[in-house]
């Protein structure tokens, strides 16, 4: 089978969201019950969140509307107060965004031509005239653990811990090294590696963030960023080696990176101890001992359907094909390449489209030939590019807060939970500075444990998992900002992104 050609998939919905930060540093709000739009709230959240649609784009500007996440549109009225809605004609809710050089948005009406605009608390759009209280901030609302990706040179970022740099030269991005933490912090963001360095100004990485390793960031709709040191430097593949440094001279819009979520890599392991690997291109079988590129699989799951895709680094993806057996070789569209997802005390079950389960055969082969799963249709799976887990539930990150003992569920940034991997789908959860997690009689956390508990990991989707506690309850994030573990039962509120 010839090589086939990674492809980066295309960009979902949550990476084309944005929030937008007022001059007086609060953020476009949609207000639920109001039919109104403030600039009030501090944090980005659900109802600061924005996707941005785009009808029409160019280089310094682009025709828009912004719908927030329970579906209604920003709706600019004839006397220039805002609203949401559905739009009453062609042009109603559409703004012409114009992509200011410092990284800042304006949004023009482009009805009446007045400018968005913010007081500090109350948006409208009144005035003709543009000022520095027309300027928007745009800040990506995507999960901070990220991947860049280089549409020119077709190829991530990727740390390189024994050499302290980045390099933008991995065709595939199944490993750790190719995942990126991005901390915003007074207006500018900071690159963390997951060797937990910073990307600096120096083109080297750094063990403690500063003015040194802040970037500025232009931000376009779609997922594209162009990261700077704000005194006119760009930062951009250069050199045979693709170094990822600041310059001066980007050509062709080398300087422009595509932001996407991190996404999951997993190893799987048979009831052998085998791990499942890609053989002469196409074949699958349980026959390594240890975990080599192409025993890594790129976890596309539907969490509506709970059907699951398993890519391989060779760019195709695992299928049913004739006699039962599984190979590498199909597309992303084939029916064939569709699995069932069923879960057994931290280990996955796969059922085919077929309805047969996936097995070893006694020659190693995958096969689906089994109509009921047995321990040998079990397989244990690891996370095996994510050494640590950043988890966003629906009322912000998990965290620690100077204001409280407790893990809280409702940060603006997370706290790095350490993975320490234990039995199948068992971990410890280990917190930055090396202590562990510890559970209380009221089922809540605190980040100071002197001993490891165990905690139950499940996929849930593509970047989605439940975590179950070592009280036996699912941890869940409450609206209060406590984490707790008390639910019995998988509910919205149990689903963490990672």
Known sequence: MDQVEWMPRQPKAEDLRVGLISWAGSYLTFETYKNTVTATAKGLGRRQTWEILVSDMHDTQAVVRLRSLQGFYLLCEADGSLCYGRPRTSHHGCFLIHFHRSGKWTLQCIISGRYLESDGEDVFCTSWVLSAYHMWTPRPALHVHVILYSPLNHCYARADPTMGRVWVDAPVPCLKECGFLLHFQDGCYHLETSAHTFLSHLDRLVSQPSTQTAFHMQVRPGGLVALSDGEGGMLYPQGTGL???LGSDPHGGEEWLILQHCPTWVSLRSKTRKFLSVVYDVEVCAAS???TPMSLFQFECD?????????SANGCYLAQRRHKTVMADGHQLESETFFRMHW???RIILQSPSGHFLGITANGLLMASVTTPGPNEEFGIRLANRPFLALRGRYGYVGTSSEHDLLQCNMDQPDCIHLL???QGIYHFQAQGGSFWSITSFGTFRPWGKFALNFGIELQGSNLLTVLAPNGFY???DRS???LAD???ITKECIWEF
């Open 344 to 346: 057994n005390c931290g």
């Open 421 to 423: 991997p234990c039995h």
């Open 475 to 477: 941890m869940r994030s």
């Open 481 to 483: 900002g406590a984490l």
């Open 303 to 311: 969490n509506k359907s709970r059907t699951l895709q398993l890519r």
């Open 243 to 245: 170094l990822l440094s």
């Open 289 to 291: 001992e240890h975990v």
């Open 487 to 489: 639910s019995r039962d």
